[in-house]
Structure formats: C-alpha cells, structure tokens
C-alpha cells in the first residue's frame, strides 16, 4: 500500500469514530439536559411560571438579539451581564435580605459574620435541592424563593422597559431604552432567565453537581469548579504535552526523508494562466468582500465605544436606530460572511484556472451566486433591524429575524437561503474543476483533498439547519458548535493548510506527492483533535461530565499541530525566497505567513489560555474570549482572506505594476492593530475581570458595578490607537484594490526568457 | 472616567506641544539643513505615535465632557482645521515637488496649528481673532 492511501483509510476512519463519538455525546447531552418544566409552582400552591412562559420568553431573549445582548449560560455578548449568573446571584440576595430583615437587620450584609454564615448554610439547601418532579413535570419553590423571584423579576421588566429610574443601569449595559417594549413580553422573558439560573444553581438528581457542571462561580450557594474541572484540565495539559512530544518524535524520525531537493521552475508556471470571463467575473467577489470589511471595522468601532457610552457615539443617540445588540450582531456576522466571500471569489477563481476548462454558463453561475449573496446580507440584516426594534413580531421572528445564536443569528430563511447558496458554489467549482480531478489528471490528489475541504465547509453549514424554534437550548448549542467549532478548528484549518500548499504545487515548489502527504498527514492530525474537541464549548451548557472529559482532553490536542507551525512557516518563507519570480507573490505569501504567527498566538496560545476547564470555568464570557476570539479569527482566518484575494488578482491582473508601499503598510497596520487591541484592552480587562470572578463569583466580573469602574474605561479607551492602526491598514488595502482599476500601472508581463534569464543569474 | 480628567487632559496638551514640535523641528532640519533624519523610519514612528497618543486623548476628553465637533462650534473648526493642517503638513513635508513649495506649506501648517492652539484655548471658533471683538 503506498503511503498516500494508508493516509486516506486513516483518515477515514478517524472520521468515522470520531464522529460517531461526538454524535453519541449529542445523544447523552439531550438525555441529560435540564428539563424544562411543565409549570413552577410555590409550596403554597400559587403558580409561579409555566413552561409556555419560558418558551415564550426565550423566543423574545432571541428577538432582541439573544446572545448578542448579554449572555446565557456564559455565551454571548461582554457588555450586558451574563443574564443567567445575574439572575441567580439577585434571586440569592432577595432571599438572603428577606431572611436578614425577619431578624429585624436592615440586610444581609449588616448581620454579624455568624448569623450570616448560618443564613449562607440554610440558602445552599434552599437552592441546590432538586425539587423537580419529572412524574408531574413540575418544580416546587419554597415560599421565600416565589417571593424572591418576583422582585427580581420586578427588576428585570423595568431594565428591559424604559423606566428612567433605570436608565443609569441600561446605559452600563448598553441596553436601548424599551428593548423589549411589552410588559406581557418582559414578564415572560423574565421566565427564561430564571430558568437558566434554576439549571445553573440546582443540582442533577442524585448528584452533587448542578446542571451546568457548577458554573457560574458562585460562593454563596457553593456553586464551585466540581472536582471533574481540576482533573481533565491538569489531563489535558498532559495530552497536549504528549502530543507534542509524539509528534516532535515523528518530526525527527521523517526529518530530511520528505524533502529531495527538485528542480524549481525558472519561470512562473502561473504566468501563462489564461483569464476565463468566469474568472473575470469573480472580480466583483474581491471588491464587495472589501465593503463589507471596512463595514465590519466600523461596526466594530461603534460596538466598542457602546462600551463606554452605551446608548450614545459622540452626542449623537445612534441606539434608536442601531443599538449595540444590532452593531455587535452585524460585526461577528460580517466577519464570517467577508472571509468566506474571499474564498468563495478565490475557488471560483481558482477552478478553470487549474483545469483549463470555462464549463458552459459558468459566467453566469458567477454573477447569479453573487447577487444572491447580497441578497442574502442585505435580506437578513434587515430582517435583524426589524426583530431588534420589536416591530418584526415573534411569530415572523425564528423565519425571518434574529434567531440570536452568536455566529448563527440570521433568520431560519436566510439560512436555507445561504446553504442553497453554498451548495450551488461548491456545484459551480466541482464542474470547473472536473477534468482536474479525473482519474489519472496529474494532482488529483491534493486537488481532491482541497475540494474535500470546500465540500465539507459547504455542507457542515448544514448543522445550523439542525435546531428548531423550540429546541432545547443546550441541544441549540451542540449544533451551533457542529456549524461554528467544526469550521473553524476543522475544516477551515484544512482548507487553510491544502489551499497553500495547494498553490506551491501550482507554483511548482513543491512537488505533488510530497505536498499530497503532508497535507493528509496534517489534515489528521487537526481532525484528531478538532472533531471531539467541539465539546470543549459545551463544559458548562447543561451538560454531563463526560462532555466536560473529553472536551478538555482532546481541544487540548489541537494545539499539538500549532505548536509546530514554524515549521511550516519557515518552509512556506523559503520557498518565496527560492526564485526571483516569487517576489511577484511576496505580499500573498506575507499574509501566509501572518496565518501561521497568528494561528500560533491566536488559536493556539489564546485558545489554550481558555481551554482548560478550569480556566473556562471562570473565563467564559470575560474579555479574555474575545481576546482569543479577534486574534484567532481575523488573525487566521482574516489574513488567509486577505492573501487569498491578493493571490487571485495577481492572475486577473498579471500585467499591473503593485503600489507595494500601500500592501507594506496594510499589512503591517493589521498585524501591529490587532496585536495592541489584544495586548492593550482585552488581555488586561480580561485579567482583571478573571481575578475578580475568582475572589467574588462570575457575576460580579460581569455587573455594572465592575464594568463601570473608571478603570475599565481607561482601558477600552486603550483600544482606539490599535484600532484606528488596523483601520489605516484596511484603508490601505481598499485604496490598493481600487487603484488597480481606476489608477492602473501598466509594466508588462516580463517574458518567460527574461524569467528564465533572472533565474539563471540568481543561481550562478 | 472623569475621575482621569486632568490627566487625560493633561496627556493631551503635552501632545499637542509635542506634535507641534516635532513637526517644527523636522521642517527646521528639512528646510534649513537639507539633513536626512526628518523622514528616517524613527523619527517618522515617534511621530505617529504621539499623534495617534494626542487623537486618543481627544476623543476621551469628548465624551468626559460631552462637548462634540458637530454640536459645539470650536471643536468643529478644531477638528476641520486639524484635517487641512494633516495635509499642508504631509505637502511640507514630502508631497510637494519643489523644496520652495514645502518650505510655504510647511509655513502655513504651522500658523495653522498656532491658529487651532488659539482655538483651544479661547473655545471660540475665532480663536486669537476673539482678542479684536
Ligand atoms: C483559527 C482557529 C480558531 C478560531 C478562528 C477560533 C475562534 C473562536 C471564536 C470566534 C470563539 C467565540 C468567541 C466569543 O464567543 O466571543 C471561540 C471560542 C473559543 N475557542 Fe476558539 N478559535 C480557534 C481555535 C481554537 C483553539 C485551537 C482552541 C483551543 C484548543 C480554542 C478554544 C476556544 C474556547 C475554549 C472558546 C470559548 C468557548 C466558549 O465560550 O464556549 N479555539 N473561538
Ligand atoms: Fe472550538
């Protein structure tokens, strides 16, 4: 057997077990969900909720903007509280006052240590009891927690109404004035969040754990990191440790094996690519991903300053028409639709150019696809504008509005609609790219694995299409992290590793049965670690242990491949170096480069900053998320975009000189930006918030008190040189495109003999 | 936020003298001694960064006293006058093509930055002119 195909049957069958595990794990985490209760009623007998409030109130958590307003269970937005730690520690306070007052203190914090500590011993029993009946499907409150409840529930209908005595609280939380304009509404959405403070704080039958594993650290209820927490993330730093070590042994051992030296090309193999009107037309794709990212950038910046205004940008009252709950959902969803605009121009680029072949209509498939795609932002943003201003009605909102699920919020249409969009790309790139991909066409194998890659991006879009307006919510989120995890750590870094070392080959620096190898030998060690290791968003989603266990212990593995990507940059660096030609492709490989730096420090050093149970325990939802989150998407991901599209208008427009003092700066100004936002802002915040969260409870890293501290101010501010040096760096990269059309450069495609020519010079 | 004001403030005025000066000081070794080191890469990104230092501050100082271009009058004249010194500067600097011509926009940026001083100090739209009223 050669040694390509017993990587395949690996491959496959890593697959194969791998998903049949996480798809059991899906099994388990819907049998152990937290049950969602026919009714709440008080030992007396009054009715406190019923489960047709709760559903009620969740579908008006997601027209607001759901997770993009706050958080549940630790996910969501930074600004607003974390809804469901808030919910629990307010209900803890009302109950604890009530008790102070009947010893006739003022509250709870004016009793002697002594009464308080014995008030503390009565709450735990009061809240970790189990009291749901799974026979009547019904929870019983003690009297004190029903009265407890309405006056928190009382807090909450004023702060989502537009009550000005809690104006101060809406502006800390960047909340507009009537988010949620019915009374009837806000009532029900209170009934939400109780329920998802009720899982956090109860404990399973027969356990000592609550239904989110313990989270939210909460002292007073002794809600802590269970032991499982402590054990599978001191495991998991061991299974990263062994990994590295394994594969640093694999790395010795087929040292100096893979790489005879070959003849490299005196001229660019590329530099004859014919420019077929289908791959004219993606040239449309390269300019409106551009719109949308400077967009993006702006979103961004109002979405930050939010944070220290919440209902203002410089005087101007810009919440009525575009709250924060709407600018950050627009931010993250425009990252994702930019990035995957670039490469969805660069594989319709791509396709004819590698087999030579323009399938009939493919021009049109082009333009079609493209005029969908802006349907589909324009459709769904609007739709979003309407659900957050409470004007859409809940009964459009799950088809047509914002769903609420971070990365996943457009409406249910929408999301049909870009699916059907994905399936006609990959149909549009398979027909192009057919004749390279029959048997016997030469790279058909690294050619199939990129196409793999493409298809599989495609498809596990699909898993966003899993859940139904009325799933459960902890089985929302297993989806959502199939669509959100399996992109992101599997098949993107797939599809980013085949796609470069797609185009050496291409290229002619590599040789096909080399790149071939590595690529499968790279794509199993990612799916290793990424495939099982999407649990390790689901810790503390209303889950079992074993999701904590394996979660932990096999993200940790991701890492692995990380820690190596030196290697690959150092390669991917001397190959531009290897011929004078390359220099034509020196900022496409530069932004190469910058994915490997950033996939080190972003993904792997950031994300494993978090990874740890122990450590998400408390970081989840502080600043230290999107601390990874920035520098692992835009870094990766970002700068694949970026040299992607680079790489494909070298071919639209091989006879133009470049403005390469305008890349030099944009590419400079992204990496130095994105480095002093994390370095400046999100890596202190983070860290004073995660202290915080240890020494006093995740709520109070997450209340107004603490976010409004002067402090914390200062540091957001910190953000603006950073951002404004990124946003001079995608000003640059604009201005460079739109040159290339209005201000063009001519200098000639310099011939094969004067190539051949500087290639035999450079080697004597 | 406000608790930081005099110090926001105070980082503030010190880049705005700081600004002004390496700007003076570079068209001086420009202009008079034709010597290099005013476009070197160092001088250049000191020079950068105290302006992104002085545009930070300023939009704190903003929303600290919720005084902004647009509404109040000589922030807008500040902030529209800033823009046109930011280009007779880069023309006094580098852009213009002889060195006559950069010598007199360089001229113009800095009686244009005294004027937005001015400005500032008198929170008026005519700045020194309020001296004549
Ligand atoms: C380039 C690859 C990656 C990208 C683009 C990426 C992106 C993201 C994003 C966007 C989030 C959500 C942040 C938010 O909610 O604001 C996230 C969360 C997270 N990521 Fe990554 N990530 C990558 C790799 C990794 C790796 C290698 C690890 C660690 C092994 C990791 C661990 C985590 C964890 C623990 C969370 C938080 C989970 C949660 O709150 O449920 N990520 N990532
Ligand atoms: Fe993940």
Same mark, same amino acid.
């Given at each position: 057997?050669?040694n390509?195909?017993?990587?395949?049957?690996?491959?496959a069958?890593?697959?194969?077990?791998s998903?049949?595990?996480?798809?059991?794990?899906g099994?388990?985490i819907?049998?152990?969900?937290p049950?969602?209760?026919?009714?709440?009623v008080?030992?007396a007998?009054?009715?406190?909720y019923?489960?047709?409030?709760?559903?009620?109130?969740?579908?008006?958590?997601?027209?607001?903007g759901g997770?993009?307003?706050g958080?549940?269970w630790?996910?969501?937005?930074?600004?607003?509280p974390?809804w469901?730690?808030?919910w629990l520690?307010?209900?803890?306070?009302a109950?604890?006052?009530a008790?102070?007052a009947e010893e006739?203190?003022?509250?709870?914090?004016?009793?002697?240590?002594?009464r308080?500590?014995?008030?503390?011993?009565?709450?735990e029993?009061l809240?970790?009891t189990?009291t749901?009946?799974?026979?009547?499907?019904?929870?019983t409150?003690?009297?004190?927690?029903?009265?407890?409840?309405?006056?928190?529930s009382g807090?909450?209908?004023?702060?989502f109404g537009?009550?000005?005595?809690?104006?101060?609280?809406?502006?800390a939380?960047?909340?507009?004035?009537?988010?949620?304009p019915?009374?009837?509404?806000?009532?029900a959405l209170g009934?939400?969040?109780?329920?998802?403070?009720?899982?956090?704080?109860?404990?399973?039958?027969?356990?000592?754990?609550?239904?989110?594993?313990?989270w939210?650290?909460?002292p007073?209820?002794?809600?802590?990191?269970?032991?499982?927490?402590?054990?599978?993330s001191?495991?998991?730093?061991?299974?990263?440790?062994?990994g590295?070590?394994?594969?640093?042994w694999?790395y010795a051992?087929?040292?100096?094996?893979?790489?005879?030296?070959?003849?490299l090309?005196?001229?660019d193999?590329m530099?004859?690519?014919?420019?077929?009107p289908?791959?004219?037309?993606?040239?449309?794709?390269f300019?409106?991903?551009?719109?949308?990212?400077?967009?993006q950038i702006?979103?961004?910046a109002?979405?930050?300053?939010?944070?220290?205004?919440?209902?203002?940008?410089y005087?101007?009252?810009?919440?009525?028409v575009?709250?924060?709950?709407?600018?950050?959902?627009?931010h993250?969803?425009?990252?994702?639709?930019?990035?995957?605009?670039?490469?969805?121009?660069?594989?319709?680029?791509?396709?004819?150019?590698?087999s030579g072949?323009?399938?009939p209509?493919?021009?049109?498939?082009v333009?079609?696809?493209w005029?969908c795609?802006?349907?589909?932002v324009?459709?769904?943003?609007a739709?979003?504008w309407?659900a957050?201003m409470?004007?859409?009605?809940l009964e459009?909102?799950?088809?047509?509005?914002?769903?609420?699920w971070e990365?996943a919020?457009m409406?249910r249409?929408?999301?049909i609609f870009?699916?059907?969009?994905?399936v006609?790309?990959?149909?549009?790139?398979g027909?192009?790219l057919w004749?390279a991909?029959?048997?016997?066409?030469?790279?058909?194998?690294i050619?199939?694995?990129?196409f793999l890659?493409?298809?599989?991006i495609?498809?596990?879009?699909?898993?966003?299409?899993?859940?139904g307006?009325? @799933?459960? !919510?902890? =089985?929302?989120e297993?989806?959502?992290?199939?669509l959100v #995890? &399996?992109?992101?750590? %599997?098949?993107?870094e +797939?599809?980013?590793?085949a796609?470069?070392?797609?185009?050496?080959?291409?290229l002619?620096?590599?040789?096909?049965?080399?790149a071939?190898?590595?690529?499968?030998?790279? @794509?199993? !060690?990612? =799916?290793?670690?990424?495939?099982?290791?999407t649990l390790? #968003? &689901?810790?503390?989603? %209303?889950?079992?242990? +074993?999701?904590?266990?394996?979660?932990?212990?096999?993200?940790?593995?991701?890492v692995?491949?990380?820690?190596?990507?030196?290697f690959?940059?150092?390669?991917?660096?001397?190959?531009?170096?290897?011929?004078?030609?390359?220099?034509?492709?020196r900022?496409?490989?530069?932004?190469?480069?910058a994915?490997?730096?950033w996939?080190?420090?972003?993904?792997?050093l950031?994300?494993?900053?978090?990874?740890p149970?122990?450590?998400l325990?408390?970081?989840?939802g502080?600043n230290?998320t999107?601390?990874h989150?920035?520098?692992?998407?835009?870094?990766?991901?970002?700068?694949?975009?970026?040299?992607?599209?680079?790489?494909?208008?070298?071919?639209?427009?091989?006879?133009?000189?470049?403005?390469?003092?305008?890349?030099?700066?944009?590419?400079?100004?992204f990496?130095?930006?994105?480095?002093?936002m994390?370095?400046?802002?999100?890596?202190?915040?983070?860290?004073?918030?995660?202290?915080?969260a240890?020494?006093n409870?995740y709520?109070?890293?997450?209340?107004?008190?603490?976010?409004?501290?002067?402090?914390?101010?200062?540091?957001?501010?910190m953000?603006?040189?950073?951002?404004?040096?990124?946003?001079i760096?995608?000003?640059?990269?604009?201005v460079?495109?739109?040159?290339?059309?209005v201000?063009?450069?001519?200098?000639?495609?310099?011939?094969?003999?004067?190539?051949?020519?500087?290639?035999?010079?450079?080697?004597? | 936020?406000?608790?930081?004001?005099?110090?926001?403030?105070?980082?503030h005025?010190?880049?705005?003298?700081l600004s002004?000066?390496?700007?003076?000081?570079r068209?001086?070794?420009l202009h008079?001694?034709?010597?290099?080191?005013p476009?070197?890469?160092?001088?250049?990104?000191?020079?950068?960064?105290?302006?992104?230092?002085?545009l930070?501050?300023?939009?704190?100082?903003?929303?600290i006293l919720q005084?902004y271009p647009l509404?109040?009058?000589?922030?807008?004249?500040k902030?529209?006058?800033?823009?046109?010194?930011?280009?007779?500067?880069a023309y006094?600097l580098?852009?213009a093509?002889?060195?006559?011509?950069r010598l007199?926009?360089?001229?113009?940026?800095?009686?244009?930055?005294?004027?937005?001083?001015?400005?500032?100090r008198?929170?008026?739209p005519?700045?020194?002119f309020?001296?004549?009223?």
């Amino acid at each position: 057997m050669t040694n390509t195909k017993k990587l395949w049957i690996s491959l496959a069958i890593l697959l194969v077990a791998s998903f049949s595990v996480l798809l059991l794990m899906g099994r388990e985490i819907y049998q152990k969900a937290p049950p969602m209760p026919e009714q709440v009623v008080s030992t007396a007998g009054e009715t406190i909720y019923t489960r047709a409030d709760m559903e009620l109130g969740r579908r008006v958590w997601q027209s607001m903007g759901g997770m993009q307003l706050g958080s549940i269970w630790g996910h969501g937005g930074y600004v607003a509280p974390d809804w469901s730690a808030d919910w629990l520690h307010r209900e803890i306070m009302a109950v604890l006052n009530a008790w102070a007052a009947e010893e006739g203190a003022e509250n709870y914090a004016a009793l002697s240590p002594e009464r308080q500590a014995a008030l503390k011993g009565r709450l735990e029993g009061l809240f970790r009891t189990n009291t749901y009946d799974p026979a009547t499907g019904t929870i019983t409150l003690a009297e004190e927690r029903a009265r407890a409840i309405e006056k928190v529930s009382g807090h909450y209908e004023q702060l989502f109404g537009n009550d000005p005595a809690f104006e101060p609280l809406r502006e800390a939380y960047a909340m507009k004035d009537d988010t949620v304009p019915d009374a009837e509404h806000r009532k029900a959405l209170g009934a939400f969040f109780w329920w998802t403070a009720w899982a956090a704080g109860t404990e399973r039958p027969g356990d000592t754990i609550t239904y989110t594993n313990n989270w939210p650290s909460e002292p007073l209820i002794e809600n802590r990191p269970p032991a499982s927490s402590f054990v599978w993330s001191a495991f998991s730093v061991l299974f990263l440790l062994a990994g590295i070590g394994l594969l640093g042994w694999h790395y010795a051992v087929s040292h100096g094996r893979e790489e005879e030296p070959h003849d490299l090309p005196p001229f660019d193999p590329m530099r004859g690519t014919v420019v077929t009107p289908s791959m004219s037309a993606t040239a449309k794709y390269f300019w409106v991903l551009l719109a949308l990212f400077l967009v993006q950038i702006l979103l961004g910046a109002i979405t930050a300053h939010y944070q220290v205004e919440g209902q203002v940008q410089y005087g101007f009252e810009l919440a009525n028409v575009l709250p924060y709950s709407l600018s950050r959902t627009w931010h993250t969803q425009l990252a994702v639709l930019w990035i995957a605009t670039a490469w969805l121009g660069t594989g319709l680029y791509i396709a004819p150019a590698i087999s030579g072949y323009e399938p009939p209509y493919q021009r049109l498939g082009v333009n079609f696809l493209w005029i969908c795609l802006i349907i589909i932002v324009v459709g769904s943003f609007a739709g979003q504008w309407f659900a957050v201003m409470q004007t859409l009605g809940l009964e459009n909102n799950f088809w047509f509005g914002h769903q609420g699920w971070e990365y996943a919020d457009m409406g249910r249409f929408w999301q049909i609609f870009l699916f059907i969009g994905l399936v006609l790309w990959l149909v549009l790139v398979g027909r192009a790219l057919w004749p390279a991909l029959r048997p016997g066409a030469p790279g058909r194998s690294i050619t199939g694995l990129l196409f793999l890659s493409t298809v599989a991006i495609g498809l596990f879009f699909g898993a966003a299409l899993a859940w139904g307006e009325n @799933t459960h !919510i902890s =089985m929302v989120e297993y989806w959502r992290w199939w669509l959100v #995890h &399996l992109w992101v750590e %599997g098949f993107f870094e +797939v599809f980013a590793t085949a796609v470069i070392a797609f185009l050496f080959t291409r290229l002619g620096l590599l040789k096909l049965q080399t790149a071939t190898v590595a690529v499968l030998f790279a @794509t199993i !060690i990612f =799916m290793a670690g990424g495939v099982l290791g999407t649990l390790h #968003h &689901l810790y503390f989603a %209303g889950t079992p242990t +074993v999701v904590l266990a394996l979660g932990a212990s096999f993200s940790a593995l991701e890492v692995v491949p990380l820690a190596y990507i030196g290697f690959e940059a150092y390669h991917t660096f001397r190959l531009s170096k290897a011929t004078p030609w390359m220099e034509r492709y020196r900022w496409p490989i530069m932004f190469f480069l910058a994915v490997s730096f950033w996939n080190l420090v972003g993904a792997g050093l950031f994300g494993f900053l978090i990874n740890p149970p122990l450590s998400l325990y408390y970081m989840q939802g502080l600043n230290l998320t999107p601390l990874h989150g920035h520098t692992a998407l835009f870094g990766v991901y970002g700068m694949l975009g970026i040299g992607l599209v680079l790489f494909c208008l070298r071919g639209l427009k091989p006879e133009l000189a470049w403005n390469e003092g305008l890349l030099k700066v944009s590419f400079w100004s992204f990496n130095v930006g994105l480095a002093m936002m994390a370095l400046f802002t999100l890596l202190p915040l983070g860290t004073m918030q995660l202290i915080e969260a240890i020494n006093n409870g995740y709520w109070s890293a997450r209340s107004a008190e603490f976010m409004q501290q002067p402090i914390v101010d200062l540091l957001v501010w910190m953000r603006v040189p950073g951002d404004t040096i990124f946003s001079i760096g995608a000003l640059a990269l604009v201005v460079f495109v739109i040159g290339l059309w209005v201000r063009p450069r001519y200098q000639g495609v310099p011939t094969e003999e004067e190539e051949r020519a500087a290639t035999t010079k450079a080697r004597a | 936020m406000i608790e930081f004001y005099f110090e926001i403030r105070a980082v503030h005025i010190g880049s705005v003298i700081l600004s002004g000066l390496i700007f003076f000081l570079r068209g001086v070794g420009l202009h008079a001694f034709k010597a290099s080191w005013p476009m070197a890469a160092p001088v250049r990104f000191t020079s950068y960064t105290v302006d992104t230092v002085l545009l930070t501050s300023a939009m704190m100082l903003t929303v600290i006293l919720q005084q902004y271009p647009l509404a109040d009058h000589w922030l807008t004249v500040k902030v529209a006058l800033l823009i046109i010194y930011i280009v007779l500067g880069a023309y006094g600097l580098k852009y213009a093509k002889t060195p006559r011509a950069r010598l007199g926009f360089w001229l113009a940026a800095l009686a244009l930055y005294l004027y937005i001083v001015s400005v500032a100090r008198a929170h008026d739209p005519l700045g020194v002119f309020t001296l004549l009223l």
